[in-house]
């Protein structure tokens, strides 16, 4: 239900902007994040941020490099990524919903009822 796009190939160091769309108003109200999945692992929080865009939360592996925003007029999400390292390599997901809370509660997966098929990210080193 949400498309995400921006992924790719990037060197060590280089960034990337992922974007995720959402269909009709599914982002209305909710809070919207990002996860990711690399090879081997289980998938693991990223970032998330709430509906009004002035409530964000990180990975500590992320914080300092990413950053997460949104558009609702344009029901869009964004992840900008910088200082990309090798461990960074994943399927990043799109997902939405529910209300903005604690930290535990951003980083769980079951507290969000939208996903998308995911994007590939990859850093060569």
């Known amino acids: 239900q949400l498309v995400e796009s921006g992924g790719g190939l990037v060197q060590t160091g280089g960034s990337l902007r992922l974007s995720c769309v959402a269909p009709?108003?599914?982002?209305?109200?909710?809070?919207a994040g990002w996860f990711r999945r690399a090879p081997g692992k289980e998938r693991e929080f990223v970032a998330v941020?709430?509906?009004?865009?002035?409530?964000?939360y990180y990975a500590n592996s992320v914080k300092g490099r990413f950053t997460i925003s949104r558009d609702n007029a344009k029901a869009a999400i964004y992840l900008q990524m910088n200082s990309l390292k090798p461990e960074d390599t994943a399927v990043y997901y799109c997902?939405?919903?529910?209300?903005?809370?604690?930290?535990?509660?951003?980083?769980?997966?079951?507290?969000?009822?939208?996903w998308g098929q995911g994007t590939q990210v990859t850093v060569s080193s």
């Open positions: 997902a939405a919903g529910g209300p903005y809370g604690p930290p535990l509660y951003l980083s769980t997966e079951t507290n969000y009822g939208y």
């Open positions: 009709g108003r599914i982002f209305d109200n909710y809070k």
């Open positions: 941020v709430s509906w009004g865009g002035g409530s964000t």
